[in-house]
């Protein structure tokens, strides 16, 4: 089983920008896909970034192409996103998630079998 922590979340005006990362255990890079969620208040749960399993390639929301960077260190275990030009929509409850599915989606949600807590990010205009 894949254990998955976020962090970096925080607050930030309009046009900032925030870290998040996520610390992983049990994760292969080689067979796991890997990715950013984000539920905001009264919404559902939406895929933002991904990086696909072998690392072959990463997977971006429209809404965030252009603005959002997603990155994996398998030295260190970990997955960031470095989140740039911020928008009050872009606020939400952050969570990081991995699959092992052999075929898959990155924007449908029960694909991915491991979730962490989640973090914070809010974003004020």
């Known amino acids: 089983q894949v254990q998955l922590a976020e962090s970096g979340g925080g607050s930030v005006q309009a046009g900032g920008s925030l870290r998040l990362s996520c610390a992983t255990s049990?994760?292969?890079?080689?067979?796991?896909?890997i990715a950013w969620f984000r539920q905001g208040p009264g919404k559902e749960r939406e895929v933002v970034a991904g990086i696909y399993s072998g690392g072959i390639g990463s997977y971006y929301a429209d809404s965030v192409k252009g603005r959002f960077t997603v990155s994996q260190d398998n030295a260190k275990n970990t997955m960031d996103l470095e989140m740039n030009k911020l928008k009050p929509d872009d606020a939400a409850m952050y969570y990081c998630a991995a699959g092992d599915k052999s075929r898959y989606r990155f924007d449908r949600v029960t694909d991915f079998s491991d979730w962490g807590q989640g973090t914070e990010v809010v974003v004020s205009s």
């Open positions: 049990g994760y292969n890079w080689r067979r796991n896909y």
